[in-house]
């Protein structure tokens, strides 16, 4: 087939390991005729194994893999984020043409991909960022999918990422999402989210276990339950598995035979720095990235427990009052998380849509949560909210969940329960929405050591004053 002229295929996936194999099995389902590369031959037999009824196709030669391909040829790099992706570019580039459409669908940083897009152009070449998420399952059987790039090149592979995507109704969970590294920057702040609701969770287990003794079944229970209402979400979701999921060898719950050691690749540190860069306060990401740190010092904290004492942290609130708590912090993460692509929207000039984007992370995506349908109502009603707080039905929310999440909040303070995440959401809360804040100090002091001037709530302009001179 591959050397016939006649019957060429429409789109290669370069990268065969499983998310890609999943991902090109995913558009063969679909009726699209497609191929894959890797220099690995047991990826090309595993495709060829697995997409049996299909009859696909693998190559390990780049150049029989290229010439298979309709024109312009369209190519998705499903390879580790970094070096590989530009040894990857740098192999395919001889053997392009121009109007050829390459889409990066790893982890890769927006800056990386800002830098591609930039080299390709000068060929003519069109290079997409485009964020995955969901998983292996969601490649294999509907992710939310997030391509930023040129918006002509994106409308030749439009009906095969429509087709693959996942779906809300018939409403498929893939959008333009706008030029240059956009589709990496949204999917970066997706992962930046992710990591704060996933603490947030972390951080509701340490207080049913440590604050209210908790069993692993309670918890399971509790999270089961949690998941019929409104904060149903595929996080709260496969959490509530974990906690009866038994170790094969010991018997004893898997997660108690764990180390409480988190680990990360990247991404959510990549959104906190970001938002220092566009000076766009993401408290809540920062904790949960912070958080993740902070759990691999386990020698040092063990020996500061030993220092201080073990705390009695048992605390008298209720799991409805736990349940405002979580989903007031889940409210804020994705206000925050949005908060920061309406700045790189105007800083970085991506026109982005943001109801658009809640309604791709409705489902497929790993964030994908009963909550995204009112952050898409709120953003559909205006598209130019700044906020997700200035929203009157969110405000709504938000106002029925204070009185519980005050209270959870400050007993687990008062108990000493270590609790950064609801913390820092709560005081982001309390800031936010304070008219006037502090800050006229620091300008005063600012002033007062180093000259820098300060501005007057009384007349425009900027202000010095000679501080040393007593008045
Ligand atoms: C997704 C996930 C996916 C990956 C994370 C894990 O949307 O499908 O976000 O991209 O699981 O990158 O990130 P950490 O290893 O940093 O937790």
Same mark, same amino acid.
């Given at each position: ?30 009726? *699209? ?12 037999? +595993?495709?060829?194994?697995?997409? #049996? +009824? ?17 024109? =312009? ?36 940083? *927006?800056?990386?991909?800002?830098? &591609? ?27 939310? @999918?997030? =391509? ?9 592979? +439009? ?16 959008? $333009? ?26 951080? %509701?287990?340490?207080?049913?276990? /440590? ?11 509790? *999270? ?19 906690? %009866? ?45 912070? /958080? ?8 040092? &904290? ?11 942290? #048992? ?14 912090? @889940? ?18 000039? $991506? ?85 006037? @804040? ?34």
């Amino acid at each position: 087939m591959a050397n016939n002229d006649s019957k060429k295929y429409k789109l290669g996936m370069i990268g065969l390991g499983t998310m890609g194999r999943n991902l090109l099995l995913n558009m063969a389902d679909k009726g *699209f005729s497609v191929t894959g590369y890797d220099k690995d031959r047991k990826m090309i037999s +595993k495709l060829e194994e697995e997409g #049996k +009824k299909h009859n696909l196709e693998g190559f390990d030669d780049i150049k029989s893999f290229i010439s298979s391909l309709q024109t =312009p040829r369209t190519l998705i790099l499903l390879v580790p984020a970094g070096p590989i992706v530009d040894s990857v570019i740098a192999e395919l580039k001889p053997l392009l043409s121009k109007g050829d459409i390459i889409i990066d669908s790893g982890n890769s940083h *927006f800056t990386d991909t800002n830098r &591609r897009v930039d080299e390709l152009e000068k060929d003519g070449l069109h290079f997409f960022g485009m964020g995955i998420s969901g998983g292996e399952e969601g490649a294999r059987f509907g992710p939310s @999918m997030m =391509p930023g790039g040129d918006k002509q090149a994106y409308n030749v592979v +439009k009906d095969v990422f429509d087709a693959v995507a996942a779906k809300v109704g018939t409403d498929p969970c893939v959008t $333009y999402i706008g030029p240059g590294a956009s589709g990496h920057f949204v999917k970066m702040v997706h992962n930046g989210i992710e990591y704060a609701i996933m603490e947030l969770i972390a951080e %509701v287990y340490g207080i049913l276990k /440590n604050g209210l003794g908790y069993s692993n079944d309670d918890i399971y229970k509790v *999270f089961k339950k949690w998941n019929e209402g409104r904060l149903q979400s595929f996080l709260l979701e496969i959490t509530a598995e974990i906690f %009866v999921f038994k170790d094969a060898e010991t018997q004893n719950d898997l997660l108690d035979q764990i180390k409480d050691e988190a680990r990360s690749k990247g991404t959510g540190k990549w959104t906190s720095e970001v938002s220092m860069e566009l000076q766009l306060p993401v408290p809540t990401i920062n904790e949960a990235v912070s /958080n993740r740190d902070l759990s691999k010092f386990k020698k040092l &904290r063990v020996s500061l427990e030993e220092a201080f004492g073990k705390k009695d942290t #048992k605390i008298a609130v209720t799991v409805e009052e736990l349940e405002d708590a979580f989903y007031f912090s @889940m409210i804020s993460a994705y206000a925050q998380g949005m908060h920061l692509l309406v700045q790189a929207s105007k800083e970085y000039q $991506y026109d982005l849509q943001l109801q658009e984007i809640a309604k791709i992370w409705r489902g497929g995506c790993i964030i994908r949560a009963k909550f995204l349908e009112d952050i898409y109502q709120a953003y559909d009603k205006n598209n130019v909210l700044e906020h997700l707080f200035g929203d009157a039905g969110i405000q709504n929310i938000i106002k029925g969940t204070l009185a519980g999440t005050r209270k959870t909040i400050s007993a687990c303070i008062n108990s000493g329960l270590g609790i950064p995440a609801f913390a820092s959401t709560l005081t982001y809360f309390d800031t936010i929405t304070t008219a006037r @804040m502090p800050s006229n100090l620091i300008q005063a002091q600012r002033d007062f050591f180093g000259a820098h001037t300060f501005e007057r709530i009384d007349k425009d302009g900027v202000f010095h004053a000679d501080w040393n001179k007593l008045s």
